[in-house]
């Protein structure tokens, strides 16, 4: 079929689809089977931290591990996460344990499937495929998979289950303009996987700036019509876009038509490529003590999702892919990284038949507010719940002051406002579990 007239269709066929309401029947539980995981959090970790690690996951149900790249360029310098004897990594900053071999061992004792992610450098951000960049890395990245194949794959069978190509595609206009670069950059890398290994997918994990109606037909669906039409994917590789949700550049109202329009995209190929998702159970929220130490938004750093957003996220998605998997498990769920709250709240929701608990935790009590120097010191007595405590939000005079996080280590009960108030200052408390149940609000008044 003629490229333009292809692209017509799929947007004209978006459009209507657009004006259903009614969702599709699922393609697959709405639950992750695998997680991405970056190299600088397992690099310094031994056999024993490895095998404690998977065990976690693989007791949550998780069978794919996606290591999200083996080497990395960062102003002007490369650093290896395995022993490699590549020309270009010969001054490269080389880990001292070989993650890739650590990796593979323990996750063939438990059956876990691993998916290598090769190199990224830091001018993909600002250059996409127009520059000469791309096209070395991506010729340097087939040396890799020669290489890493070599050393690994006869040992490792089916655990070694593909690559991941870690440069994030994305609606930029710098990706948008320069696909068919991007296109050819991503041919010369399957042909190494078809030299080596032809039975192992390929995969790629696009991100959307934005995902509005308009711009989702009239600029993404046409570029990856483009994508399919100029790559030379293969019957079975695979095509797991993010849905973009946990980094605020996509909205959860949208996402039912966000995975219509990736859908769409995949059905335009000719190839039988594998839709999967990549849900992102991570938020933006936050603190800021700048100026009047009131915030306009909640989101300013990284910190697991409550699971009733990433829930919602899962059953969108279980519509069109065939398999979730997130970013990220071990980053934002793993007991050994964060809060076991947020692991306990989901291993309940999986048992529970993939619904939520709706427990809401006890309110604080004994709320104080004092001073403390030149700063306000609140204190109170911890809310309880059934499973546990994820934050406490805190408010100054009705509007949104901090959040207290729950850690590895537990979650505190004070917080220190730093910022001078004057008397008869109102602050209110509420704790939220790992689900996102509310509990009632709790209210002290500050006085001089």
């Not at 089977?33 to 310094?44: E, K």
């Not at 991941?164 to 996987?193: H, M």
């Not at 109606?213 to 095509?239: C, H, Q």
């Not at 329009?261 to 933006?284: G, H, P």
């Amino acid at each position: 079929m003629n490229l333009l007239i292809k692209i017509i269709s799929a947007v004209l066929s978006l459009i209507i689809g657009f004006g259903s309401s009614a969702l599709p029947e699922r393609k697959c539980e709405p639950k992750v089977t695998g997680t991405f995981m970056q190299p600088w959090l397992c690099r310094f970790w031994d056999d024993g931290e490895w095998d404690k690690q998977i065990t976690e996951m693989k007791n949550d149900g998780l069978d794919y591990l996606i290591l999200q790249d083996v080497a990395e360029k960062e102003k002007g310098k490369w650093t290896v996460y395995y022993d490699s004897e590549i020309k270009e990594f010969q001054n490269a900053d080389h880990s001292d344990n070989d993650i890739i071999e650590k990796c593979l061992k323990v996750c063939r004792k438990h059956s876990v499937k691993v998916i290598i992610g090769l190199a990224i450098y830091d001018n993909w951000w600002f250059q996409g495929g127009y520059n000469r960049d791309f096209k070395n890395v991506c010729s340097l990245t087939a040396d890799m998979i020669k290489e890493i194949y070599g050393r690994f794959g006869n040992d490792y069978g089916d655990t070694f289950y593909g690559w991941y190509f870690t440069p994030e595609i994305s609606s930029s206009i710098l990706c948008t303009s320069s696909i068919y670069g991007i296109s050819s950059g991503i041919n010369t890398v399957i042909g190494a996987i078809n030299d080596v290994c032809p039975e192992k997918p390929f995969m790629l994990s696009p991100y959307m700036f934005e995902n509005s109606n308009l711009y989702m037909a009239s600029s993404v669906l046409p570029m990856w019509i483009k994508f399919f039409e100029k790559t030379n994917l293969r019957d079975g590789d695979i095509f797991c876009p993010q849905d973009s949700i946990g980094s605020n550049t996509g909205k959860l109202e949208n996402a039912d038509k966000m995975w219509q329009m990736y859908a769409q995209a995949v059905k335009s190929a000719d190839k039988d490529i594998r839709l999967w998702a990549n849900c992102e159970n991570f938020t933006l929220a936050k603190m800021n003590q700048k100026g009047s130490g009131i915030f306009k938004e909640e989101n300013s750093k990284m910190v697991t999702s409550t699971l009733d957003r990433f829930v919602e996220q899962l059953d969108v998605a279980s519509r069109y892919a065939e398999n979730i998997i997130t970013f990220s498990y071990n980053h934002y769920y793993s007991r050994y990284q964060c809060s076991s709250v947020f692991a306990d709240t989901y291993s309940d929701y999986v048992k529970n038949g993939y619904n939520l608990e709706k427990i809401s935790p006890t309110a604080v009590s004994d709320l104080k507010a004092g001073a403390d120097g030149n700063k306000i010191l609140l204190t109170w007595t911890p809310a309880e719940d059934n499973i546990g405590i994820a934050y406490y939000r805190i408010t100054v005079n009705g509007r949104f002051l901090a959040r207290v996080e729950a850690n590895v280590g537990g979650i505190d009960s004070s917080f220190v406002d730093s910022v001078k108030r004057p008397s008869k200052t109102v602050y209110t408390v509420t704790a939220f579990d790992g689900a996102g149940n509310a509990s009632e609000t709790v209210s002290a008044i500050y006085t001089k």
